[in-house]
């Protein structure tokens, strides 16, 4: 029960974490003594490691746990460059930074543009199994993935999706464990 608690867990704090993003960089950049926003990110993201591996063993888990862990990956290593840039002494040297690194799409597209969406292809994988045992469960996960991919004109969508995910994993996981099936 602890991991699928932290689990959820982690999916509030990337909603929290969101949140804080959504206030702007003005907001993040003065953020002391720590970038609170970046942190709750990628606490929440460790948070649901341990759970992933009490799945159930079904196909869409298989293939969702490495989506999941490379969408984890990238998601901290965004922060990592996101700490970087907060650390920074002002916005031209910021922009300098974000200009060299976007020259480099080996370092851009998995941290900062694509690889991060890994993570919520991953959720909407892991949720399938689940589909006979709670299909309110599994239809918020797949909404919550509907916003976060094709739902780009919603502002501050990821806010919601996150908060959604936890929803939707709440009924999967709390009330519906597929855990005794492996």
């Known amino acids: 029960m602890t991991y699928r608690v932290l689990f959820i867990l982690g999916l509030l704090f990337e909603c929290i974490g969101q949140i804080l993003l959504s206030n702007g960089l003005e907001f993040i950049y003065a953020q002391k003594p720590i970038d609170f926003a970046h942190w709750l990110l990628l606490l929440g993201v460790v948070f649901l490691i341990p759970q992933l591996f009490s799945f159930p063993e079904k196909l869409f888990v298989k293939?969702?746990?490495?989506?999941?862990?490379?969408?984890?990956?990238?998601?901290?290593?965004?922060?990592?460059?996101?700490?970087?840039?907060?650390?920074?002494?002002?916005q031209d040297v910021r922009v300098e930074f974000a200009t060299h690194l976007s020259k480099f799409p080996s370092?851009?597209?998995p941290f900062i543009t694509t690889g991060p969406n890994f993570l919520n292809a991953g959720l909407l994988l892991m949720s399938v199994p689940y589909f006979k045992k709670s299909k309110i469960g599994f239809i918020l996960v797949a909404l919550a993935t509907l916003i976060v991919f094709f739902m780009r004109f919603?502002?501050?969508?990821?806010?919601y999706a996150y908060f959604i995910y936890a929803i939707g994993f709440s009924f999967l996981l709390l009330t519906n464990p597929l855990r005794d099936e492996h």
Do not use: A
């Not at 293939?63 to 002002?90: A, E, H, K, R, Y």
């Not at 919603?154 to 806010?159: A, D, T, V």
């Open 63 to 90: 293939i969702g746990i490495p989506v999941v862990l490379t969408g984890i990956v990238c998601i901290i290593g965004m922060c990592v460059l996101d700490f970087v840039w907060w650390s920074q002494p002002n």
């Open 107 to 109: 370092i851009w597209k």
């Open 154 to 159: 919603i502002p501050n969508r990821l806010i």
